[in-house]
């Protein structure tokens, strides 16, 4: 399974990233490729920390049916389907606004690579949505969620 724990996945992504362009079109959903970008740097600030949102209103089995499934299904994630947490919908006009798009760009580019080597003893938080994750789930989380969006966007 993909993760950032691996070097080869984490520069699959960055390459990825590389490929989008401001005029990329999405084949789903309704965000521009400027605000995807924004998004998914917003993710990673999320798993860090430095975006606060706030917990999903869901008992805990519901949250590790959720996490199992969006973590280790053999399938990639729906299209359309998975509710954005409110702090970070870009479409919803919350997040980080998107600027300039080279240099939010390498905001998560930068974001990507300060992610990746996190020690396993890193205090994340719980993810508002799927709860409680150990550091494996937080790289795997890492990677899905980019490879997600760049796929909404054909890179």
Known sequence: MKSLRN???KDELLQRIGRVQPTSQRLWGKMSAHQ???HIADGYRVYTGEISAEPVRAPAFV???VRTAALYMP???PKGRMPTLPKIDQVAGYGTPPEEFAKDVLALRNLLEEFTPLPENYPFNQHPGLGHLSYSQWMRLGYLHADHHLRQFGA
């Open 7 to 9: 070097p080869t996945d």
């Open 36 to 38: 995807m970008i924004c």
């Open 63 to 65: 949250k590790a049916l």
């Open 75 to 77: 399938l990639h994630w």
